[in-house]
């Protein structure tokens, strides 16, 4: 995750450490990702406020993206520019682990976009907002409208298969929340 990158915590004594400390999210950078959220679990809020109005297709494009950019041959380079005393069986470990999780990119994508979609955040603006809450038969579709605007800044469907709870801030201003259909 954001905060260690390509991480190595063995042994019994540290990983019960790092579970009395509440770091039990930090696991060995391996090819698999056991659990999305808790292994990001640093940088989720961060994700959930900002990616609440995303559709899944957006973040298959972005790793389809990075997929296309960060090629094998792009991960050998880079490995390569390491001092020859850092070389050995740790780097060729993380190259193999890289590769894998790249390999996998489009599923841990999927994966961690369903993740978000159980709780998404989102946040109005300073102005004059109005929330326009719609419950239909398939889940919530959700509109704010910045200010006298037209057209909303935010507009999304929320499917009530897949998501939980959604959390609604207005922010500053006389905010106003309109509500149709039943829960």
């Avoid at 391996?30 to 297709?57: H, Q, R, W």
């Avoid at 005393?85 to 976009?113: C, F, P, T, W």
Wanted: hydrophobic share 35%; aromatic share 12%; charged share 25%.
């Amino acid at each position: 995750n954001r905060g260690h990158s390509f991480t190595k915590a063995e042994g019994f004594l540290l990983k019960g450490l790092l579970g009395m400390l509440g770091l039990d999210f930090i696991e060995n950078y391996n090819g698999k990702i056991k659990n999305v959220k808790k292994f990001n679990s640093l940088g989720y809020p961060l994700d959930m406020a900002l990616t609440s109005g995303c559709d899944e297709n957006e973040w298959l494009y972005q790793a389809q993206f990075l997929i296309s950019k960060i090629t094998g041959e792009v991960i050998e380079n880079a490995f390569g520019q390491l001092p020859e005393e850092l070389q050995g069986d740790d780097v060729e470990h993380l190259k193999l682990s890289l590769k894998e999780r790249l390999n996998n990119l489009d599923k841990i994508a999927s994966k961690y976009y369903k993740e978000l979609q159980k709780t998404p955040s989102i946040a109005a603006s300073d102005l004059n907002d109005t929330f326009k809450i719609n419950y239909t038969s398939s889940g919530v579709h959700i509109q704010i409208y910045k200010g006298n605007k037209e057209v909303p800044f935010f507009d999304h469907n929320f499917n009530k298969k897949k998501t939980q709870e959604i959390w609604l801030y207005g922010l500053g201003g006389d905010d106003s929340f309109v509500i149709e259909g039943e829960a």
